[in-house]
């Protein structure tokens, strides 16, 4: 008989693990009945996980009787996970789900010695494209992926002495948690970009969808921009921010 339910784990660890998973989920330290609550656990039940856990250096307890917090050992691993993360290569997969999902061409932009610059593009699957080539330098003032960068990294922006966005556009890219631009640089073609920043705060990536004017929704609470915006606030999840 084949196995469908794939490989087959170590159940004490995996349910020891809702612990740490609870822990990183809030961000801070909790006490240990709030913990075995937010795991699904009685107190009896995750008290002896959390003892294995200090043991390791995963979880830590304030003044030994306090709230559990993440470990020293717990820290060391996911600095070492984030040295392990290319913003690039970790977004070029989603891209590729994003060209198919909204049917529009998707593209990574990042800061290079000109300003925003095309390092990975995805056609969408519609017969109709817009064509972005790699080492296309963006406009700052007249396209999504440059007001984005302009807002985020102003000062950078402003040195490079070209046109920038007015400060209207940049407070509502703020306040939208992302940039639009419609029939802008090139008549017909509307684009949006959303950010990536890394855990330090830092925008490092421009996550930018580009299509037709005419079937490309621009709305700030429109599924397109919806879409767009959770995909790169996972983004900037999975790179610490």
Do not use: C
């Amino acid at each position: 008989m084949v196995n469908t339910k794939g490989p087959r784990g170590i159940q004490s660890i995996e349910v020891g693990g809702q612990l740490l998973l609870a822990l990183a989920h809030r961000g801070r330290p909790m006490a240990l009945k709030d913990l075995a609550r937010e795991a699904g656990m009685a107190p009896a039940k995750a008290h002896p996980y959390l003892v294995s856990f200090i043991k390791l250096g995963l979880v830590e307890q304030d003044g030994g009787s306090g709230p559990y917090g993440l470990g020293p050992l717990a820290m060391q691993l996911g600095l070492i996970s984030l040295q392990q993360y290319d913003p690039v290569r970790l977004a070029t997969p989603v891209i590729e789900e994003l060209a198919v999902q909204l049917g529009h061409t998707v593209a990574i932009a990042v800061w290079g010695t000109h300003g925003p610059t095309i390092v990975r593009v995805a056609e969408g699957p519609t017969p109709v494209h817009v064509s972005m080539r790699h080492g296309t330098v963006m406009s700052l003032a007249g396209t999504a992926s440059g007001r984005l960068f302009a807002t985020w990294r102003a000062e950078e922006a402003a040195a490079l002495g070209v046109p920038l966005p007015d400060t209207t556009t940049t407070e509502t890219v703020r306040r939208d948690g992302l940039a639009t631009s419609r029939d802008g640089v090139v008549p017909g073609v509307s684009a949006a970009a959303a950010p990536i920043f890394e855990a330090s705060g830092r925008l490092v990536l421009a996550l930018t969808a580009i299509g037709p004017s005419a079937s490309f929704d621009t709305a700030p609470e429109g599924v397109l921009v919806g879409t767009l915006r959770d995909a790169a606030a996972q983004l900037s999840r999975r790179l610490g921010h």
